[in-house]
């Protein structure tokens, strides 16, 4: 028996690894390099195109957790992002070339994966996990409203700039973790009020690239909007957002400044950084001229600027099982962004999930569906409950986990509440 796994993105990766590790023949459909998305910039498989980051590696973090659970389930993708990763304070980013490049190099060479670089136009006859990504072409999107015999749902992600490092001004950048967390792994540029109320005025007054018709009226996810949206919610928002400067300070002067903005790591080889919470749709001239604003980039080589893309996803409360097995179609199963999971991580696991499942679907054994103690039980359970009138998409939090029975003076300590939501997630999955 072969499975047909559409996509071979993070999901549809890390899902045709899992087959393949239990001796599934897997066909592997890409349309890149024929048809492009309009996001990605190479051929290659798990390509990250937004940030270079799946957040936080501390299990303090709800991020954090869903990584470990990832690793004690097999993950193969998470495995290849701690072998590529570079600096980055208490976060897990990578070389987004390494690992896409990595993660290509091991599927061609698996004697199980069959990849083929056609465009899927429906949805195949036969055991199949839909990996097709946020970015899912029109003619397979109007077979998969066909089956769910629902509208999708769509909203925008931005893509933050990228520029070169040597180009940086380090006169007046400075590197610095926030509240001197981990190692000093991020690039900051200071600003004072007089500098931030130019930066500002230059970002709400800049021309904006139009969106396509089939894109208006598509929404925006909350954590990924562009800064100009932020900004247009009032002159502070981006100071009490990615602008923040709370706990970061230039030992050099000792001061805390208005406003900071922060770049990170985006390769190993330590040349190129991508612009913090910076997801943009400004056109190409104002993202120079904003850019070049910034104390320390006034002369700043950018070398990807911002886009926005329309995103699109399934309505999974009334489509999927928590198994990620399409309640009208036992041998068919979703992951990654498609199903409404939100973030590198997020994607990936649901990947791993599906590929585990498809595999026990096929050898006639109970398919796993995690409880909600986990992170991601919770975040699968979430995603497919059908109590949900208007779903929208979703990444890792606490808030989605079973809560913990604590007494009330210890409800409001974050460290210990993380302690044991950790153990209690690694306790349910030692049992599996």
Not at 357 to 368: C, D, P, R, T
Request: aromatic share 8%; glycine share 8%; with cysteine.
């Amino acid at each position: 028996m072969e499975v047909n796994v559409i996509g071979a993105g993070l999901a549809g990766s890390e899902a045709a690894l899992q087959l393949a590790k239990r001796g599934i023949k897997v066909n592997l459909f890409e349309m890149r390099p024929k048809k492009s998305t309009g996001a990605h910039k190479t051929e290659k498989f798990a390509e990250f195109v937004c940030s270079n980051s799946l957040g936080s590696a501390d299990c303090s973090n709800a991020s954090g957790l869903l990584k470990k659970e990832m690793e004690l389930l097999g993950g193969e993708l998470i495995k290849i992002a701690y072998e590529c990763k570079v600096p980055a304070g208490g976060a897990l980013a990578i070389d987004r070339e390494l690992f896409s490049s990595t993660v290509t190099k091991k599927i061609e060479e698996n004697e199980f994966i069959n990849v083929i670089r056609e465009e899927v136009t429906s949805i195949p006859q036969g055991p199949t996990i839909v990996a097709s990504g946020p970015l899912t072409s029109d003619v397979l999107s109007d077979s998969i409203k066909e089956f769910t015999e629902s509208e999708h749902l769509h909203f925008f992600d931005a893509i933050a700039p990228i520029v070169e490092k040597d180009s940086i001004n380090f006169d007046i950048a400075f590197y610095a973790s926030r509240y001197d967390k981990g190692e000093a792994s991020y690039i900051n540029c200071p600003m004072n009020k007089e500098q931030y109320e130019k930066f500002y005025e230059i970002l709400i007054n800049a021309p904006k690239i139009e969106l396509k018709e089939f894109e208006k009226g598509a929404k925006f996810f909350e954590s990924c909007l562009p800064i100009e949206v932020l900004a247009s919610r009032g002159f502070d928002t981006l100071r009490f957002g990615p602008m923040k400067p709370v706990g970061l300070v230039d030992k050099r002067t000792g001061e805390e400044n208005y406003a900071v903005v922060q770049l990170r790591q985006d390769n190993s080889a330590k040349t190129l950084y991508n612009l913090v919470g910076f997801q943009t749709n400004l056109k190409w001239g104002a993202q120079k001229e904003l850019l070049q604003s910034i104390p320390g980039l006034e002369d700043v080589n950018i070398v990807r600027y911002g886009v926005m893309h329309r995103n699109t996803f399934i309505n999974s409360p009334r489509i999927l099982n928590a198994s990620l097995q399409t309640r009208k179609r036992a041998d068919l199963f979703f992951a990654g962004q498609l199903t409404g999971t939100e973030g590198y991580t997020e994607s990936i696991a649901s990947g791993l999930l599906a590929g585990i499942n498809m595999a026990k679907y096929l050898n006639g054994e109970q398919l796993i569906v995690l409880p909600k103690e986990t992170m991601l039980g919770a975040l699968t359970n979430y995603i497919t409950d059908e109590n949900h009138d208007k779903f929208q998409p979703i990444n890792s939090n606490w808030g989605i986990l079973t809560p913990l029975e604590l007494p009330k003076k210890e409800r409001k300590n974050k460290k210990l509440k993380a302690e044991l939501y950790t153990k209690r997630s690694i306790e349910f999955l030692s049992s599996i």
